[in-house]
């Protein structure tokens, strides 16, 4: 069997880590994967999968017109039994190529794309987001297959997109087990320490990139509006890459100067370590496809605090490991984190429960096991 997969980027997202993980797994069984990149990333993957000698193809042309050529050229050279992409750049040039060549085209659901609240951003141009929409409506008949990965993500691609029920089928995404969980202890003190805080501090980690969709102003609203409650040490720990909403993040911090430990340590390649050494993972994002930090915050054993949106009702369990408030709402956010800082025995309580509920129902090797069998399945 031979994969082709193609990817925007080799970046920093969980759709670029997750096919990486689903790479590994494959190689493990023989099968060697061949991948095409739209255009290098300094930041994320790409460096890891260069030095583990996968082949990769950076295509050479920048407009969609020269690198569909450029990737027909390639498909037809390599001739993979099945064409993976990934993401609406990927997905629409592999399309395209569907009318040069023949081939079996899966292609990855791994966002809400549509979902209206994105035009709340004000970066985001209402006639682009509608041409889009309509481009990728009158072009998705060329795709054969779809993996959602989330029954939310299916929902919203049948309801927005008119996609048959039966061309999507849904595969969560999946991690390893945390292989830092016995070093928390360790971990708590040498993590507090680089910071300069004291070994009891209360440590509420954000993971995500600095986009309009993760919320970040969302959770600086709700640390504004508790910070005078809180009697004991909390530091609010940050990471990922600057994105379209670092701009609006800088004006909030200028204009609400916080008295609250706030910590900006942009992207990292040791976020496993610092899940581990956090008390309370928080995750307010306006619209998700999955949200895999989510999955590595209960591999880490963490309790959650996150959107009461449809999709991360299917990765949490309200009032058990995690509280959710309603999207957008830094008020009822706010509330959340005050139950979650002053209750000790409820974050105890929710972080095994969270470590319970990843192992019965994230465990990658599992979801690699039912990717393969998909595309096994595929071929018949």
Known sequence: ??????????????????TADLWYYLRSKGLEPTIVVLRHRTEGI??????????VFFLKGKGIASQ???????????????????????NLRVRLCRLRTKFIHVESLVNCTYDRVRLKDPRISILSFYYYKYLDHFTSVLTDKFLAITQ????HYVNEQDIPKNKIDVLYRGRDE????????????NYRRELGLAEDTILVLHVGRQEF????LVLLTAIRLIETKIDKPVAFVFLGRKGNSSPDISTFLKENPSQTKLYWLDHRYDVEQWMISSDIFVFPSLYEGLGGVLIEAQAASLPVICSDIPVLNEVVMRNKNALMFEAGNGQQLGECLMDMINNKDKRVQFGNYSLHHFRSKFLLHDINEKTLAFYKQLLK
């Open 213 to 216: 969709q993760k919320g970040h």
């Open 152 to 155: 939310s993500v299916k929902t």
């Open 46 to 55: 790409e460096k890891e999968i260069l030095q583990k000698g996968f082949q």
């Open 1 to 18: 069997m031979k994969i082709l997969y193609v990817l925007d980027s080799l970046g920093t997202g969980g759709a670029e880590r997750s």
């Open 68 to 90: 569909c050529s450029e990737l027909s050229l390639l498909i037809k050279k390599i001739k993979p039994n099945i064409v993976h992409s990934i993401l609406f750049k990927s």
């Open 178 to 189: 945390n292989p830092f969980l016995p070093q928390r202890n360790e971990l708590r003190i």
